[in-house]
C-alpha cells in the first residue's frame, strides 16, 4: 500500500529515461521577506530585461526602434493559438461522454486552422497540463512535455497543478521544455524574488515581429494547492506587476503585441483590468475549465479560455494596418468534434504517446473489478468514502473511525460510457481509477469536535461515508445522534486537512497515517474494488 504502483514504475522506467534532467532550486528558507510592491516591479523590470525566448540579452535584440519602413515585411495576420487545462489529456477517449481529441489531434486541429502559419503562428498553453490521466501522472508531466515539445509551444505559464508533485518535478519538467516557464507573480517567500523556476515574460519573434507575453497565475490560487507542496511560495498580486510588465515589453522592448497568459478565470478583478489596459492586445486564460470570450468595452481586446481536457483551442487574430502596426481583428475558441479528427494526422506526437503507452499500458489495463453500471461524481464520492472506511477498518484493523470525508473537487471522472464484457458488466481498470483520482492525496486522521464533524460533512465542500446521516436536522452515526461536544476521529486526505477553506483544516499541520502508513487514495480504492469484485451502483448512493 505504500505508493506499489508509482515507485515501482518511476523506478524501473522513468529515471533511467529521464536521468539526464537538471534541476533548478527555489530558495529554500521559510522567513518571509517584506518587499514593498514597488520593490516587486522594480527586481521584475530588472529579471525580465536580462531574458527573452531564446534566453538572449533583450538589449541585444532591441537596441533600435522598429521604423517604419522595416515593418513592409511584417505579415499581414498574426494568428496566437492558447490551451489550457489539459490535465493529462494525451490519447485520444471517443467513450467519454464527452469526447476528448488527446494531444495529437488537438495539435492536427490548430495546425490546420485556416488562420494559422507555420512561421508566423504563435502557440501559448494557460497551464495545468500534465496532472489528470494515468500516463501523464506516472511519467509525472515528461510525456506531456514531450508533446508540447513536438506541437511546437512558445511558452507557457503555470497553474496550480504543476504544484501537485512539487518543485522538483517542475524543474524537471523546465528541464524537458523547449519553451520557457512563466509566473511574474510566483515568488519565494524569503526573499520576495521570483522563484528560479519561471521568468516573468518571454519576447516571441515572428519573422521581424516581437510578441511579448506576460505570464502569470491567479493570486488566491493557494487554496487549490496542497499546503506541503507550496510552502516556500508565496502568489502575490499579480495586476500590477502585470501592467507594469506590458507597458515595459511595449515602450522598452518595441515589442508590436503584448498578451498576457494566466492560469485565472474571466472575473476575476485582474481579468476586467488587463481587457482595459492600452498596453495588452489580448489575455489568454485557465483554471476553471469554461470556454469564455469576453470582448472589451472599447472592442479592442479579448479575454478567452478553452475550457479542458484538449476539448478546445483559443485563438487571437490580429491585422496589419496601412502604418503597419497591429490591432485585434477577432478572438475565439474552437471546440474539436469527433468529426474534426476523423482523418487526422500528427504523426511526431502519436509516436511518443505510443512510446509511453506500450511502458505503461499493461499497467493501467489492469482489470481491478466491474460495474453494473454507469457512476457519477457523487457516487463515486460514497464510493471513495466507504473505502477509506474499508481500509480503515477491514485492512488496518483499527475501529474507532467515526467517519470517511473526501473533498468534493478531488473526484475528477465519472465512469459513464464504456463496453459491457462477456458478463454483461463493465470492467473497471486501474487507468479508470486514475482518471477519477489523479492526486497524489495521502490518507490521514485527524480528531475533531462533534460540531466541526457535521460541518465538515454539510458544507458542501466534502464528500462523506455512509455511515453519516441526518434526520430532522439531527445528524448521526451508525444511528447514534452526534454529540457536538465531543471528540471523533475522522478519516481524511493531506489536502483538506491542510487547506485553510476546509472545515477539516488542521492549522497547517497534517494528520496522522493510519499505522504509519503512507497510502494513496487511488490504491485503497483498487483494493477495495478487488473485495467487492462488482461495484453495484445501488450500494454507493448520492448523499
Known amino acids: ?29 521559510s522567513s518571509i521577506a517584506n518587499t514593498s510592491l514597488d520593490d516587486s516591479i522594480s527586481e521584475v523590470t530588472s529579471l525580465s530585461q536580462e531574458v527573452t525566448s531564446n534566453g538572449e540579452s533583450s538589449s541585444e535584440t532591441s537596441e533600435v526602434s ?40 488537438l495539435n492536427y486541429c490548430i495546425k490546420n486552422d485556416a ?19 494515468g500516463i501523464s501522472n506516472i511519467t509525472e508531466g515528461q510525456c506531456m512535455m514531450e508533446c508540447m515539445n513536438s506541437m511546437g509551444i512558445d511558452a507557457m505559464t503555470l497553474g496550480n497543478h504543476e504544484f501537485d508533485w512539487g518543485v522538483d518535478t517542475i524543474a524537471k519538467e523546465e528541464a524537458k521544455a523547449d519553451f520557457p516557464f512563466l509566473g511574474i507573480n510566483i515568488h519565494s517567500k524569503s526573499d520576495g524574488k521570483i522563484i528560479d523556476l519561471v521568468q516573468p515574460s518571454t519576447i516571441i519573434t515572428k519573422g521581424s515581429v516581437k510578441i511579448g507575453v506576460v505570464g502569470s497565475i491567479y493570486r488566491y490560487i493557494r487554496n487549490s494547492i496542497s499546503a506541503s507542496k ?25 515589442c508590436d503585441i503584448v498578451v498576457v497568459l494566466t492560469h485565472q478565470g474571466g472575473s476575476t478583478t ?16 485557465g483554471h476553471d475549465h469554461q470556454l469564455s470570450c469576453k470582448r472589451s468595452s472599447d472592442q479592442k481586446r479579448y479575454f478567452l479560455e478553452a475550457g479542458c ?45 505510443n512510446s509511453y503507452l506500450a511502458i505503461f499500458q ?49 473526484i475528477r471522472s465519472t465512469w459513464t460510457s464504456s463496453e459491457l464484457n462477456d458478463d454483461g458488466l463493465y470492467n473497471i481498470t486501474y487507468g479508470d481509477i486514475y482518471q477519477v483520482m489523479p492526486f497524489d492525496n495521502e490518507v490521514q486522521y485527524i480528531e475533531l469536535s462533534g460540531e466541526t464533524l457535521i460541518d ?38 493531506d489536502y483538506i486537512i491542510t487547506n485553510p477553506s476546509s472545515s477539516c483544516y488542521q492549522g497547517g499541520e497534517e494528520g496522522t497515517p493510519i499505522n504509519g502508513e503512507i497510502v494513496y487514495t487511488r490504491d485503497l480504492i483498487k483494493d477495495y474494488i478487488y473485495h467487492l469484485g462488482v461495484v453495484k451502483i445501488a450500494d454507493f448512493p448520492s448523499l
Do not use: W
Open 456 to 493: 465538515a460533512c454539510t458544507d458542501g465542500y466534502n464528500y462523506h461515508s455512509k455511515d453519516f446521516t441526518e434526520n430532522n436536522s439531527a445528524y448521526y452515526l451508525n444511528g447514534i445522534e452526534v454529540d457536538k461536544n465531543a471528540t471523533y476521529k475522522v478519516l481524511a486526505i
Open 362 to 410: 499493461e499497467v493501467l489495463e489492469e482489470v481491478v473489478g466491474e460495474r453494473n453500471g454507469a457512476m457519477y461524481r457523487n457516487q463515486l464520492g460514497t464510493l471513495v468514502t466507504e473505502a477509506m472506511m474499508y481500509y480503515a477498518e477491514e485492512v488496518c484493523h483499527v475501529d474507532d473511525i467515526a467517519v470517511a470525508v473526501h473533498n468534493t473537487g478531488g
Open 115 to 133: 488562420d494559422y502559419d507555420d512561421e508566423y503562428s504563435v502557440l501559448l498553453s494557460a497551464g495545468d497540463m500534465s496532472q489528470g490521466t
Open 230 to 254: 507550496i510552502k516556500e511560495i508565496d502568489f502575490v498580486d499579480d495586476e500590477p506587476l502585470v501592467t507594469a510588465e506590458a507597458a515595459r515589453l511595449r515602450e522598452d522592448e518595441n
Open 1 to 29: 500500500m505504500k505508493r506499489i504502483h508509482k515507485i515501482f514504475i518511476l523506478s524501473f522506467f522513468l529515471l533511467p529515461m529521464f536521468s539526464s534532467c537538471d534541476i533548478v532550486s527555489i530558495n529554500q528558507t
Open 270 to 285: 485582474a481579468v476586467s483590468d488587463y481587457l482595459n489596459d492600452s498596453n495588452i492586445d489580448g489575455i489568454f486564460g
Open 66 to 105: 522598429t521604423s517604419e519602413e522595416s515593418k513592409d515585411d511584417y505579415p499581414d495576420k498574426i494568428a496566437i493559438y492558447s490551451i489550457n487545462d489539459t490535465h493529462g489529456a494525451i490519447e485520444e477517449d471517443a467513450t467519454s461522454n464527452a469526447y476528448i481529441p488527446g494531444m495529437a489531434n
Open 309 to 353: 481536457n484538449s476539448q478546445a483551442y483559443d485563438k487571437l487574430v490580429l491585422t496589419k494596418d496601412s502604418r503597419g502596426d497591429y490591432s485585434v481583428e477577432s478572438g475565439e475558441y474552437d471546440e474539436i468534434s469527433i468529426s474534426d479528427c476523423a482523418n487526422a494526422s500528427s504523426p511526431e506526437i502519436e509516436s511518443i504517446v
